[in-house]
């Protein structure tokens, strides 16, 4: 049996109480993205069993979800390292700078590189609830200019390199563009997992990781 998001399924486990616990049962699994396995008696519903029928069943609930795309902003050093990693590991890749002679330098045939306006690269590569946005970009100016079009996004988070005081001097200088104050909250800084990192190939490891432990249900200490 197949159950979507929305609850709505295809096919059948057999119907009555006992379909009606897996189907809630499979909304934590999406939403944890971890699989499980159910165990029930059909021998008495006075004892919460889900069934008369008699004997046990046994269910294996797996999550299958779309691939997660990392939308990587700044094709930089670091930029074109995490876009490496994250292609290497099977993520669903896309990059873009407004410095096509930096995209040329992105040899992956499985990544796709965009330049020009940031809202014609989204338009050509759309972000959706399953994309990670990883911005790498080299000034605040830069992000000034093209994180409004990204916060539209359905993104859940934004990532963003650098200093807390970049961030805080990118998020006044958004706040007088009149962005909503609870629309920034979507932004994360500073990106990566505090590992000591130096070289752009060790913060990319970072980074990835960063995004791996948001996925998996990891915890990130911010202090």
């Known amino acids: 049996m197949l159950v979507y998001a929305d609850g709505t399924s295809s096919g059948t486990v057999g119907g009555g109480e006992m379909e009606a616990r897996v189907r809630a049962a499979a909304a934590t699994v999406l939403a944890t993205r971890t699989p499980t396995t159910l165990t029930y008696a059909l021998v008495d519903p006075a004892s919460g069993d889900p069934g008369v029928c008699g004997g046990e069943v046994e269910l294996y609930l797996e999550p299958h979800m779309p691939t997660t795309t990392i939308y990587v902003i700044g094709a930089g050093h670091v930029g074109q390292a995490v876009v490496e990693l994250a292609s290497w590991l099977g993520y669903r890749v896309v990059v873009w700078d407004d410095r096509e002679e930096l995209l040329e330098e992105v040899k992956d045939p499985n990544v796709a590189s965009v330049s020009g306006p940031i809202s014609e690269a989204i338009a050509a590569y759309p972000i959706d609830a399953h994309t990670r946005i990883v911005m790498v970009t080299r000034n605040v100016m830069l992000d000034v200019e093209i994180m409004p079009a ?56 970072s980074v990835i990781s960063e995004l791996i432990g948001q996925e998996r249900g990891g915890t990130h200490d911010d202090d």
Request: hydrophobic share 45%.
């Open 150 to 205: 990204l916060l539209e996004s359905p993104a859940p988070t934004i990532g963003l390199m650098g200093s807390r005081r970049r961030w805080e001097t990118t998020r006044a200088k958004l706040l007088d563009l009149g962005l909503d104050e609870a629309v920034l909250d979507k932004v994360h800084s500073p990106l990566g997992l505090e590992i000591a990192a130096e070289t752009p190939k060790e913060i990319a490891v």
